[in-house]
């Protein structure tokens, strides 16, 4: 690494952007994971990391930190952000803990808050926030998985005794992969189908008692216990299934939904469907966390692969006398940079996430559009943040080669804690479906609005558009990057301007195609609309992942925007590598697809990669500042590789070899024997040629 590539940063102001206006919550929460949090030892038996696991949820309640989502007059701060910011940094220490704390606070407590009357908070939610009520998230069942609507577990009202009886008519219908289900709920709130006066009203939710005080499963209730898993072991998960079970009419959730005690439906919503997606749009708090937690997973990695790099030497340099550590090496630099510059980009938009949570939940902007647009960004972000966060582990886990692969370095098992995250809180493929078809939502309407004039300028644009870009004028014209510059250099192609240009442009005609080629469903039969569907279900995904894709990018360029140069110019110069890293990448991901689409002419697209190789030189000369930004200490990674051990192993490797050449002990190698040989036969060879 070239000494004039390093920036002197000051990494306090790196780690402020980084945490942002919830600093105070996330150190409090690095604070209880470097502190109180408790590792779960490999060798403990699974009933002893379960146990563990709920004693860490207990002291983590203690902080109180879990009241400030409440109302006022329960003693909360109604701020829906600072308390996930404050769990997502348990990953840390354990993945078990934050996805404990997340079914118990979250999920449990946060229905009852959501979904329940003041009576029912009174009667639960503190004890639930508190520790005292230890509760499940009864919602999937193992015959339905993401799609709640189809759920069979029945509620159904009898108005003589003024109870639902819930029911689970068979095998399909138990609820599975239930978080504390298997040990520790004394109740859960299950997803039912609400059933009263022969009418099926849909899925709702009711507060329902599993145990009693002893932990015996109550009459009615079977309980059966998931066992091992491929993570998460601290977690007790499991299935519940009801025998006719009775509960209260007022056990009802009953915000969107309630029953007379004569058995009358009444609900604030009329129609169903919006009243379903309006009663799940209030539970998406589990997706919010889940895109900040896996991010936090994300950044312990790569702090240990960095780290690592930058201690671990492997083979001897032309130019030194010992070996080069493994950051030095271009294709490592290429496995690590652009994965810290992804890591930044995702964390700028999950703030920008968290702002419009808060901003919803609190009251402040709740309206429709406003909730709409939150889930389809929480589920857009949960989805890709959480496959990027298994591959930069798993990254990090290869960077650190055969020492990755000890338990004791924790890669292996965040690997393993953190597989499951792409299936919480609904599959990242359903749920970028859901994503795109959101956008193709918007798209209609805003189709519908135009006036007829608007529609053929519209339609007249895409038409010029696509010849622009589809014939062969484009390549005889000018691509995108020529409307830019005639002189396209390294400069030139790492303007933000291009990058948004370039990224925007595949959202957008994605989009555009993939509505086009969907419009003739509105005149076939169901089941040929469902197969034209099906056969675009692909392109669907991809709109949904560039559309992603380009606002990640925004976040991360606005934040680079908010450093002064003149302030701060080593650190604007930093984010300056990290936005145009990210950007490239993506770039140069869909190449093909910006050549195809004429966005690229093949010589422009050449100097890409030129150009990230040049990047992650650069950035690499930063790499320990970028992972110390991130505020971990030993206390958190709590790896022999990251924090000490290697650096060890390489000064007692050269005080060895320092003491051998002292002593005269030093053998000879065989090596610089034979090239001495090599030599002097060279120059018999020459005097004999000159006699």
Known sequence: MRSKDRLTLDVEVLSALLDGTRAESRAAGRAFAGGDGLLLEDSWTLEEKREATRESLQKLVETGIARTPLPERLGGENQHDQHITMFEEIVTVSPSLQIKAGVQIGLFAGAIQHLGNEEQHDAWLLDAIEGRLLGSFAMTEIGHGSDVAAV?????????????????????????????????????????????????????????????????????????????????????????????????????????????????????????????????????????????????????????????????????????????????????????????????????????????????????????????????LAAGLKATTTWEALDI??????????????????????????????????????????????????????????????????????????????????????????????????????????????????????????????????KMSSTDAAELFNDHQNDLIETARAFIELHKWRALNDLMHSVDPKDNPAEAKFLRRIRDLYGLELISAHAGWHIANGRLSMNRARQIEPTINRLVRKLAANAGDAVAAFGYGPEHRRCPIADGAEEQRQQETRDYYAELKRSGNMPQDEKDIYRRKQQREAQLKEKSAER
């Open 152 to 376: 069979a577990t029945t509620a159904e009202y009898d108005p003589e005794t003024q109870e639902f009886v819930i029911n689970t008519p068979f095998r399909a219908a138990y609820k599975e992969y239930i978080g504390n289900a298997a040990c520790h709920a004394q109740a859960a709130v299950v997803f039912a189908r609400l059933i009263t006066a022969g009418v099926d009203h849909g899925v709702h939710a009711l507060f329902v008692p599993v145990r009693d005080e002893s932990g015996n499963p109550l009459p009615g209730i079977s309980i059966e216990d998931d066992g091992y898993k491929g993570g998460l072991p601290g977690v007790d998960n499991g299935r519940f299934a009801f025998d006719h079970v009775r509960v209260p009419r007022t056990n009802l959730l009953d915000r969107y939904g309630s029953v007379s005690e004569d058995g009358e439906y009444s609900s604030p919503i009329e129609s169903p469907g919006r009243r379903f997606f309006t009663m799940l749009g209030t539970l998406v708090q589990g997706r919010v966390s889940l895109v900040g937690a896996s991010n936090t997973a994300a950044k312990l990695a790569a702090d240990i692969a960095v780290r690592y790099a930058r201690a671990r030497r492997q083979f001897q340099s032309p130019d030194a006398a010992e070996e080069s550590t493994l950051l030095s090496y271009r294709r490592h630099q290429r496995r690590l940079m652009p994965k810290l510059a992804q890591i930044w980009a995702n964390q700028a938009a999950y703030e920008r996430l968290l702002d419009q949570f808060d901003a919803v939940f609190s009251g402040r902007d709740d309206t429709e559009e406003a909730r709409a647009e939150l889930e389809t």
């Open 393 to 522: 582990i798993q990254e990090a886990r290869e960077a650190c080669g055969g020492a990755g692969f000890m338990a004791e370095n924790r890669l292996v098992g965040l690997r393993h804690d953190l597989d499951v995250y792409a299936t919480f809180e609904g599959d990242n493929t359903v749920l970028l479906q859901l994503v795109g078809k959101r956008l193709l939502t918007d798209y209609a309407s805003e189709m519908r609005d135009l006036d007829v004039g608007g529609i053929a300028r519209y339609v007249g644009s895409y038409a010029a558009e696509r010849t622009l870009f589809r014939s062969g004028i484009a390549n005889v014209s000018s691509t995108i990057g020529d409307l830019f510059t005639p002189a396209m250099n390294e400069k030139r192609i790492r303007s933000g301007r291009l990058q948004e240009a370039l990224l925007a442009s595949r959202a957008e005609v994605t989009l555009t195609e993939l509505a086009a080629n969907l419009r003739p469903a509105n």
